[in-house]
């Protein structure tokens, strides 16, 4: 039997910030919310500080609301982050982790009882399709948006990489299976930021072994298909932000960000040259930068 690890959720703030050169002060004011949904299944999410929440963050598939903890602690704003549907500590979607439509109309109602007069909605991967997919069903919830690395037709190098970590084992008999995995196929992270991924977006069973909390999120051959939004990005009428990453894991590439200008007329860029597609977790402390500065010209 492997060694059983303590885990505090609430516990790893300070590593984060040593990691990223920020000050720490203290533990920050974080608390873990539930929302129910009305049909038995609850939407859970993280509560940064005390003040209406200025943004939303929702995160990628198959991870979970820690992902932005540095990018948090360096925002120093109130927030909420969401666990999609079928991730982290929130209930499975009504028709599945991978189906955009109903997933974001139960993130909206997270949002209005959450984050009700938040200013930007920040989405990363197939948050940042969740995100479109919000700004179908309810556009008075996003009044400006940021998508990070990702477009309707992200597929770039680093797409079959994450759909390939994706498909792997479920579960793995130690922590050390499952760090060296992990190390794999994040090559752009370092060891220890991905140490405490593991331990907010996995669980450690009683013998010892360690399963995602993400529910299966592909199958083998699956590649998801986000052309039809590209019409919804054509209808955006809200300041829209794409936050790409240079290094070769992103998603995407020249051509999508080219479709993106063309398409989205509230449409802007910026280029992180030092991130591939996790630029949360590559420079999160740049990326809070960015964010503060697009939320501060509103």
């Not at 009504?94 to 109903?102: T, V």
């Not at 190098?157 to 130690?174: D, H, K, Q, R, Y």
């Not at 592909?218 to 986000?226: G, H, I, S």
Request: charged fraction near 20%; charge should be negative.
């Amino acid at each position: 039997m492997s060694e059983l690890i303590d885990y505090d959720e609430f516990g790893l703030f300070e590593d984060n910030a040593r990691e990223a050169g920020l000050a720490y002060p203290g533990p920050p004011t974080v608390r873990r919310a539930a929302v129910d949904l009305g049909d038995g299944r609850a939407l859970s999410a993280l509560v940064w500080g005390t003040a209406p929440a200025e943004f939303v963050f929702l995160h990628g598939g198959g991870q979970n609301a820690h992902t932005w903890d540095t990018v948090a602690l360096a925002l120093g704003r109130p927030l909420v982050a969401i666990d999609l549907p079928g991730h982290g500590h929130s209930d499975a979607g009504r028709h599945g982790s991978r189906h955009l439509e109903s997933n974001a109309a139960d993130v909206a109602t997270a949002i209005r009882e959450l984050a009700p007069a938040a200013k930007v909605v920040v989405g990363m991967s197939w948050g940042g399709m969740t995100l479109l997919a919000l700004y179908l069903h309810a556009p008075d919830l996003v009044r400006t948006g940021v998508l990070v690395d990702v477009t309707p037709g992200a597929g770039g190098p680093g797409a079959s990489a994450i759909v390939e970590f994706l498909n792997g084992p479920e579960t793995f008999p130690n922590f050390d299976e499952i760090l060296a995995r992990t190390v794999e196929y994040n090559p752009t992270r370092t060891e220890s930021s991905l140490r405490r991924g593991i331990l907010h977006n996995a669980r450690q069973l009683p013998d010892g072994s360690w399963v995602w909390r993400h529910r299966r999120f592909a199958e083998p051959d699956w590649r998801p298909d986000f052309s039809p939004y590209w019409d919804v990005l054509s209808s955006v009428e809200v300041p829209l932000l794409l936050v790409r990453g240079m290094r070769p894991q992103s998603v995407v590439d020249d051509a999508d960000e080219a479709e993106f200008l063309a398409r989205c007329r509230t449409g802007s860029v910026i280029h992180v040259q030092e991130a591939g597609h996790s630029v949360q977790g590559d420079t999160p402390v740049e990326l809070a930068r960015i964010l503060a500065a697009f939320a501060d010209q509103r």
